[in-house]
């Protein structure tokens, strides 16, 4: 269902609030009393057929799929072991995230915030200097690549994962903005600035005002006349986020195009069906299926015949979707994906929505439990929680906020662990560094901060394109061949109206 151009929401709310007296409600079937009606307090039963399609994803259908190796281990890292999981559905850029989606980005961070501000420009913007080779001339690149139009729908480089997550944040506020002004609650306001900037948490909690076109919806609470939009109306979309790494590689595959009932009869090697990196149609046979390097010093082959047709990146729309819609889930650029990386996540995780990374967090409150107010880029304050003041200890699923390295660094997971006290004692900590199972700079470079990316790059040989293989950077580093692609979380049914 794409956004549509017409106030759906309002219309059918006003119908409902003119109406009220003389239609008979829809009553509960717990308690009989109706629901919309202002006599009996107003709770609420808006109409919703289903989540609708943010701008620029497409719906990845979930299921069971083997993550991991299906390639031969040829550098016998042992880092991506097979294993059954399950993936729930949910939304996926069709395409990698272009120069002029970040450069967009880029502008409005200027408009808003250069003036007080700078920084936060200057923080998001991308390390064009990845291009740079000693041995190579590839200062072209450092100049044009980013803003030229020339390359402005190729795949965005140079941004680390840090950055990734900030444009997923700031693409949620735009799209959750632009449906409130398409429902009529908001008009066009294009002097946000420093704080006062619309910000998706901050309206729902009720600390953004600006640029509203009406007070709000009429509140049916006999007590209240307007009310924000709350979760309960179904209207703002959840986040924009970097896919997990379960998520990535199932929706590489595409498998939805390989089943027979719920049977997988073909399993796939790459994100098309065979063995092979060229195509078998008959209209295009031999013609190369991803953008990656054939071999040393091969990236596109010979002129009149280019086998790829990109010496570097390629749009992002080159080249063939895989069966969910997707383009390059193989070659163009690698992308970043939400999980920490571990060698042995894929015998840790869960085998249902398999994920390294949580760090759970609360909003901050106040002494009287209200949202504090905004910080000064307009966001509302998060803390982690607090095993103390949260009483964790009365929980059963989880006891601290950082579970990043549950099960695999953590002190339980020691070869010298002892007893608990060792990793609740941090002077003891930091006494015996050698305690700690993954030494930072002088055994490994694998730490809380190593993030994983997936999938074949332009710089890559064809074995990295198999979705099973990883690899993993340190989330402040970027490269010229590291691009991202957005996500979204699917709620309610995984099909839709589709069935």
């Known amino acids: 269902m794409k956004l549509k151009g017409i106030n759906y929401f309002l219309a059918i709310m006003s119908i409902s609030a003119l109406f009220f007296t003389s239609c008979k409600r829809e009553q509960s079937s717990s308690t009989g009393w109706e629901y919309n009606n202002p006599k009996n307090g107003g709770f609420q039963k808006v109409p919703y057929l289903e989540q609708e399609t943010g701008p620029g994803l497409v719906l990845v259908e979930g299921g069971r799929f083997t993550m991991g190796r299906v390639e031969q281990e040829v550098n016998y890292e042992w880092n991506n072991i097979p294993r059954t999981v399950t993936v729930s559905s949910f939304y996926m850029d069709e395409t990698e995230v272009t120069n002029f989606a970040y450069l967009e980005y880029l502008y409005w961070l200027d408009r808003v915030f250069s003036a007080d501000y700078p920084e936060v420009y200057h923080k998001a913007l991308p390390d064009t200097l990845v291009w740079r080779s000693r041995l190579g001339y590839n200062e072209p690149y450092v100049e044009f690549y980013l803003r030229h139009p020339a390359y402005r729908d190729y795949p965005v480089v140079g941004v680390n994962w840090l950055q990734a997550n900030d444009f997923c944040a700031w693409r949620t506020d735009r799209v959750n903005e632009i449906i409130l002004i398409r429902e009529g609650l908001f008009e066009h306001y294009p002097n946000q600035i420093n704080e006062d900037n619309f910000n ?22 006999p007590n209240k006349e307007y009310r924000n939009v709350r979760m309960e109306d179904g209207i703002l979309l959840p986040k924009y986020r970097l896919p997990t790494e379960a998520e990535w590689e199932y929706a590489a595959y595409g498998l939805i195009g390989n089943t027979i009932d719920e ?21 295009y046979i031999g013609q190369i299926l991803a953008n990656f390097k054939r071999g040393r010093g091969d990236n596109m082959g010979v002129a009149g015949k280019l086998n790829d047709n990109a010496d570097i990146t390629a749009p992002v729309y080159a080249y063939w979707p895989n069966d969910y819609g997707l383009y390059n889930m193989a070659g163009n650029v690698s992308e970043w994906v939400m999980d920490t990386y571990r060698p042995l996540s894929m015998e840790d995780n869960d085998d249902f929505r398999p994920f390294r990374g949580n760090v759970y967090k609360t909003r901050l409150l106040d002494e009287d439990g209200i949202v504090a107010e905004k910080d000064s880029l307009g966001r509302l304050i998060y803390r982690d929680v607090d095993p103390q003041q949260d009483n964790l200890q009365a929980r059963r699923n989880y006891r601290r906020a950082d579970n990043i390295n549950h099960l695999d660094g953590n002190w339980e997971s020691n070869i010298n662990y002892v007893n608990a006290d060792m990793g609740n004692n941090p002077d003891f900590a930091n006494e015996n560094p050698l305690l700690q199972m993954y030494q930072f700079g002088e055994t490994t470079r694998i730490n809380d901060r190593s993030k994983v990316y997936k999938g074949a790059s332009w710089k890559d040989r064809a074995y990295w394109a198999v979705p099973g293989t990883r690899r993993w950077l340190l989330e402040d580093q970027s490269t010229d061949f590291i691009g991202f692609r957005c996500a979204m979380t699917r709620v309610g049914s995984p099909v839709g109206l589709g069935y």
């Open 263 to 283: 049977l997988i009869p073909d399993k796939k090697l790459y994100p098309w069906n065979g063995h092979a990196v060229r195509n078998s149609n008959e209209n």
């Open 200 to 221: 998706t948490e901050a309206y729902r909690a009720g600390q953004y005002e600006s640029g509203k076109r009406v007070d709000g919806i009429p509140d049916l609470d």
